[in-house]
């Protein structure tokens, strides 16, 4: 894991500029502390900010070539170079280091765009070829890793994060893309290549950016190397589907155990996937295994019963940390700062205390179990599409909705607990079953209600979220199961842009850690694409072939225990006797007309009524959502729009991270 970053001039005559470089490096430096490299020439510069995993000697970066005509930044890690550079040795390669870094370079020069298909990785790197002139920009299948970059004055800046981009460029407008807006206020997160700053773009998951800077030849092409697959052409039993996924699933746990010359860890949530994940990384290990666990002072998010469980199991050396409501108010600017986006949800702010707890202890590698609710469809959004479609063929059925009493009961106020009022919910728009979008359009029309809040001119200028998303489909969709377009929407929307880049990516290297999915491997990703939908989803049974596999493995406490997803306290963080004085002033009209989103007398409407709540806090989703909505945005403002280009983060957010 590192930090990457660069500007290449596209018209000639403008080297880029040595400070530049420098002060990208110093934006990105909770990415990589521990060592710190740049390459300049006439036309181009890149930066490295390195978080030392592989090759902690010789891996240096910008790395180059034999011959020093292609050099390159990397992020992530190739987890199958060992394979590869046997394969390119074999083929004439000669190498200097032992890193996955130089087996890119060596890749790139073999077999060209088509390397991308060959790792099995999370990677996002720039290469420059001195003598074409061109720029690749390249990043992994799902978006593990980010990657930014904007176009301006004959020039394109790239980085890990945005603010980097803002340090190297300071001439770079600053400003809010009310299209950025509305996607956040309809799918909780930005969709690639869109983000939330006006002339901001994020290169998308599984693509390759091309610039041509040559006389002759100027130009961009921006293409996907990979797409996602859903086949559903497996057809071994049931039980010959958990063998194979077991075995895939082991394989990509051991190559991000020992591909790794420093100790990896583990999260510990103890639910089904962090449980199989750390199971199976003791495994690869043998012993001396971290696992490290989130726990709540709220007994309505707490885990830590089952987390017990898990560990006494595996005998690991166990770490948590408790995260009070007072503790998500204080870190929140900081967790904002890293995430370069507004949230709707605080649930990233425990993550950031979590990658705290590990480096802590002296561990840089994580592995955590995401990316398996959405490869083996165990969110309730897919099992709340699976009753509505099945109401849906028989909609004057009165046996049908009752199915959605099973939905969400975990929930103190859960959406199904008044049947009258579930029913008339859950039942809208029922006609259009069959339509893209159907299994997600609860969860979107419930989120924009949050746009109420929002200027007029702000929602004019940037409405048509829904359409644009579900205009612009693969070719395959419409031959997609309704569990597969599901799956694939959620994958694009929230996976993506939400728990691998907000709660996973920026809340990991905030801490200089890196994380690692086991579940996000391409033989896994693969191989659930090709499963039947019954072996994911069997009735309302979600990840059901997990939960078989996980029979031989975990403790029956865990396999029965009742789905609790991954949730946190919200609005109650930031109301009541003891929250800082900052709330206050960026909930306050005059910040909210500053940063020019939301509508100021709406903002203090609300503010107004959720602090007037706060001794018998009863607030409603909505409002909960509108909360933290308001006050992420107005940070996003406050840190990264009205702050001056290339700044330091704020005195309070440098307290915090340096704890």
């Not at 990208?24 to 030392?52: K, V």
């Not at 469809?377 to 009752?402: H, L, T």
Request: with cysteine; hydrophobic share 45%; aromatic share 10%.
């Amino acid at each position: 894991m590192c930090g990457i970053a660069g500007i290449v001039d596209l018209r000639g005559g403008h080297p880029p500029d040595v400070d530049a470089l420098g002060r990208m490096m110093g934006a990105m430096t909770h990415r990589g502390p521990d060592e710190f490299g740049r390459y300049r020439d006439r036309h181009a510069g890149l930066a490295h900010a390195r978080l030392s995993i592989i090759d902690l000697a010789s891996g240096q970066q910008p790395m180059t070539n034999e011959d020093e005509t292609l050099w390159i930044v990397f992020n992530g890690e190739i987890f199958n170079y060992v394979e590869l550079r046997e394969e390119l040795a074999a083929a004439g390669h000669r190498f200097r280091t032992k890193s996955d870094t130089e087996v890119i370079l060596h890749a790139w020069e073999e077999w060209g765009e088509g390397a991308l298909e060959r790792f099995n990785g999370q990677w996002a790197f720039a290469l420059w070829d001195t003598r074409a002139r061109r720029l690749v920009l390249a990043r992994d299948r799902v978006g593990v890793r980010p990657l930014y970059y904007a176009e301006h004055e004959g020039r394109v800046v790239f980085g890990s994060e945005v603010k980097v981009l803002f340090a190297g460029d300071p001439t770079l407008p600053r400003a809010f893309d009310p299209a950025g807006i509305d996607q956040v206020l309809t799918f909780w997160t930005v969709i690639a290549p869109r983000t939330v700053f006006a002339g901001v773009r994020e290169l998308e998951p599984g693509h390759v950016r091309i610039y041509s800077c040559s006389g002759d030849a100027d130009g961009v092409r921006d293409h996907a190397v990979w797409t996602p697959r859903y086949d559903g052409d497996f057809t071994g039993s049931l039980a010959e589907a958990g063998e194979a996924v077991r075995a895939a699933l082991e394989q990509a746990t051991r190559l991000r155990m020992l591909r790794a010359d420093v100790d990896v860890g583990s999260y510990l949530s103890g639910g089904l996937d962090s449980s199989l994940i750390a199971t199976m990384g003791l495994a690869a290990k043998g012993a001396g295994f971290h696992t490290f666990s989130l726990r709540f002072e709220d007994a309505e998010y707490d885990e830590g019963e089952f987390q017990r469980v898990m560990s006494r199991h595996l005998g690991t050396t166990h770490h948590e940390v408790v995260v009070s409501r007072a503790d998500i108010a204080r870190v929140f600017p900081a967790v904002i700062w890293h995430a370069e986006r507004p949230i709707l949800r605080t649930a990233p702010a425990p993550m950031f205390l979590l990658s705290k707890l590990v480096r802590e202890h002296g561990i840089k590698v994580v592995l955590t179990g995401e990316g398996a609710d959405e490869m083996f469809a165990g969110y309730d959004v897919f099992r709340e599409a699976a009753v509505r479609r099945f109401w849906a063929r028989a909609p004057q059925s009165k046996a049908r909705p009752r199915l959605l009493d099973k939905l969400y009961p975990y929930l103190a106020r859960s959406p199904v607990a008044q049947r009258a009022m579930a029913q008339a919910f859950f039942g809208q728009g029922l006609e259009r079953w069959r339509e893209p979008g159907f299994g997600h359009d609860t969860r979107w029309r419930t989120t924009a209600a949050v746009k109420r809040l929002v200027r007029a001119d702000v929602r004019a200028a940037g409405e048509g979220s829904m359409a644009a998303l579900l205009g612009d489909l693969p070719a395959e969709f419409a031959r997609w199961t309704h569990l597969a377009q599901d799956q694939y929407l959620e994958v694009r929307t929230l996976l993506g842009g939400y728990l691998l880049s907000a709660q996973g990516d920026r809340m990991l290297m905030g801490n200089s850690i890196e994380g690692r999915f086991p579940f996000l491997d391409r033989e896994v990703m693969a191989l659930a694409g090709r499963l039947p939908d019954s072996y994911k989803l069997r009735g309302l049974d979600e990840k059901h072939v997990l939960k078989r596999l996980g029979r031989d493995l975990l403790p029956p406490e865990i396999l029965a225990r009742p789905k609790q997803p991954y949730r946190a306290p919200d609005a109650l963080a930031f109301v009541g006797a003891g929250a800082p004085a900052w709330i206050d002033e960026m909930m306050s009209a005059e910040v909210a007309g500053a940063a020019g989103v939301f509508e100021p007398s709406a903002v203090t409407q609300l503010w107004n009524k959720c602090r007037a709540k706060a001794a018998t806090p009863q607030f409603s989703n909505t409002d909960n959502m509108a909360v933290v909505g308001v006050l992420s945005t107005h940070l996003v403002w406050n840190a990264l729009i009205r702050a001056p280009a290339g700044h330091p983060p704020p005195a309070s957010i440098r307290t915090i991270i340096e704890r």
